[in-house]
């Protein structure tokens, strides 16, 4: 592990690794140094002072038999499973618990390893697939020591290794940034069930690569990988378990139909190499970032290929999960995203809402792409995207985060009608200073009201046919 010294006065590191592993030594230029554990922390200590900016590495010895998981990917660690076939089929997956449930790291999110080397070694037959480029495989004794590189900053969730009877085939997308090499790890039973499905894979690639800028790992290739659970995002290598059919395990998430147009698995972890692995969130309090956005890549990805219906069918279809019961943003320094399905679709139909008020789509897809090249490669905070987004579409957007981010209730509209005479306001229990300006259709013409917490009148061409513009997420109340 190599580091750079940021504070001299320090001279102690801490590296994280979950009991029931355990470190056996750590080297630094052939010493070894004095570690001392504290639960799932190991401190370093650093016989001489550091030098402030200087660079150095450690190897770190470490051994034993990692937590199992549960229920992948959610109560992760490694699977130890079995294929149809009885043959050994193994996965990693630790978002949340953490990446030292299984390797020793510097475990938070806010800092991401520049570059990475993997190396597993298996019993010669069964394949190893890790994220990065495949640089060496090594026999010996039976056994095959597969070594990858990653070549760009990688969260430590994201890192994974996989091991089943994989056979593979490749092929080249032509993308912005050029040839991007593509490669899918499946079991060989399923060889041709994947080049099937897997055909989405240039979809998703062609509709993201539209909305958010250029696929961000080129270096490190993109390859989906087939694994004994549902899938996860882990980063240039996404896993894949949702059985070789669309929806989510065969389900419309939505309820429209349109969900069955697609992988869920394919869209969505793939979705989370522009948000989360390429935008990725300092603190889990911050989770929307990543899973509201991806939410929405769902969306997207039915608008570039369905068109606008089906897409605006498809986000609005996942308002039936929205609970409503707490913040979307979690709880800061204590590794706590929030409860619930909030983070998901209530997230993505916030973005949605924000779309219809910029109400120009070329304006919201550079808005994405902007914030793909802004924070390229980075880590980030629910403040830092805010402030971006603010300052791009120059709206006053303050109080509409603190709004659908940091309160649990909808906005509602309360409205009357009287003759032609339409009264508006943003109910009691709206945060002060919450003005978002909301498209009516009356007799199908387009027109804007500005509400506010007090009552506004505007007059209508036909009030018999008024008609609110279901694509913003709140909820009316004809009053009488
Ligand atoms: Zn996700």
């Known amino acids: ?48 002072k550091p030098m ?89 004794d039976g056994k095959a020591k597969y070594t990858y590189e990653v070549k760009n900053p990688i969260n430590n969730y994201g890192v994974n290794i996989n091991i089943g009877n994989y056979t593979s085939y490749q092929e080249v997308y032509q993308g912005e940034n050029g040839p991007l090499d593509i490669s899918y790890h499946v079991l060989k039973q399923d060889l041709e069930k994947a080049k099937q499905q897997f055909k989405q894979v240039p979809m998703m690639l062609e509709a993201f690569e539209y909305w958010f800028g250029p696929y961000p790992f080129y270096e490190d290739s993109f390859k989906l990988v087939q694994v004994p ?72 990805y039915l608008d570039y290929h369905f068109g606008k219906k089906a897409a605006q069918e498809y986000v609005r279809g996942t308002r039936r999960y929205i609970e409503n019961k707490g913040a979307i943003i979690g709880w800061y320094d204590v590794n ?13 139909n916030v973005i949605h809402t924000l779309r219809q008020w910029i109400d120009d789509d070329k304006k919201f897809r550079m808005l994405l792409r902007g914030l793909n090249k802004e924070f390229y490669h980075s880590t980030v905070t629910t403040s830092e995207i805010e402030d971006y987004i603010a300052e791009f579409t120059k709206l006053p957007l303050e109080v509409f985060f603190n709004q659908y981010l940091r309160q649990s209730n909808v906005p509602t509209l ?34 804007w ?26 909820n009316t109340v004809q009053l009488n």
């Open 449 to 474: 009201i500005f509400p506010e917490k007090s009552w506004k009148s505007v007059t209508l061409t036909q009030a018999n046919d008024l008609e609110f513009d279901p694509n913003f997420y709140i």
């Open 336 to 348: 706590q995203p929030s409860k619930g399905n909030d983070k998901y679709y209530k997230g993505s």
């Open 229 to 300: 659970y549902l899938g996860m995002e882990h980063q240039s290598s996404v896993t894949y378990g949702n059985q070789f059919q669309n929806g989510y395990l065969g389900r419309d998430l939505s309820g429209t139909g349109w969900g069955l147009e697609f992988d869920f698995i394919i869209v969505h972890e793939a979705g989370h190499e522009w948000f989360a692995n390429n935008i990725t969130y300092k603190d889990a309090a911050d989770m929307w970032l990543h899973e509201s956005f991806t939410a929405y890549s769902e969306s997207l």
């Open 1 to 48: 592990m190599s580091y750079k010294v940021l504070d001299d006065a320090v001279r102690r590191m801490q590296i994280d690794l979950q009991i029931p592993m355990q470190i056996d030594s750590v080297l630094q230029n052939g010493t070894e140094l004095k570690i001392s554990r504290e639960g799932n922390v190991y401190w370093i200590d650093f016989p001489n």
């Open 414 to 447: 309360e409205y009357k009608l009287e003759g032609n005479e339409l009264h508006f306001r943003y109910a009691d229990d709206c945060l002060d200073g919450f003005k978002m300006p909301l498209k009516i259709y009356v007799a199908e013409q387009t027109q």
């Open 52 to 140: 402030l900016n200087s660079e150095n590495a450690i190897e770190i010895y470490f051994q034993g038999h990692p937590k199992e998981a549960v229920r992948a990917p959610w109560d992760g660690g490694f699977s130890w499973k079995k294929d149809d076939l009885n043959l050994p089929f193994v996965a990693t997956s630790c978002q949340g618990l953490g990446a030292s449930v299984w390797w020793p790291n510097k475990d938070h999110m806010y800092d991401e390893a520049e570059s990475l080397s993997i190396s597993v070694t298996v019993p010669e037959g069964l394949i190893n697939v890790s994220n990065g480029r495949l640089n060496n495989v090594e026999y010996f």
